[in-house]
């Protein structure tokens, strides 16, 4: 299945900017960033469960916020992106 995931980390202390490296890094285990705050995923429903408890373990419910999107379909077919798009399909040959 297909992710999107969006984050807002309180980070006006040192724990809060501490607790935004590592839910990035949680989410760079699962997926690519495509933009400062929003990382796309490709994980199966247990790889869902697993990346799901991690985030939750991180952050600060009572500060913090973790938006998880199921997109209903194919990234090619739920999204649309204008600009830069950084995104990498992993299924293509990454060497040309």
């Known amino acids: 299945m ?9 980070t006006e ?3 809060g900017r501490r607790r935004l490296r590592q839910v ?3 989410c760079k ?5 495509v933009q400062l705050s929003v990382f796309e995923c490709r ?3 247990a ?3 697993a990346f799901r408890a991690q985030l ?3 952050i600060d419910q009572k500060v913090d916020s973790i938006r998880l999107y199921r997109l209903p379909a194919s990234r090619e077919q739920s999204v649309e992106s204008f600009g830069v798009d950084n995104y990498t399909d992993f299924d293509e040959p990454l060497i040309v």
């Open 24 to 26: 990035a890094t949680v």
């Open 47 to 49: 790889q869902y469960e």
């Open 2 to 10: 297909n992710i999107l995931v969006t984050y807002d980390v309180n």
């Open 13 to 15: 202390t040192s724990a």
């Open 29 to 33: 285990n699962y997926g690519q960033r």
């Open 56 to 58: 939750l373990k991180v």
């Open 43 to 45: 994980v199966n429903e």
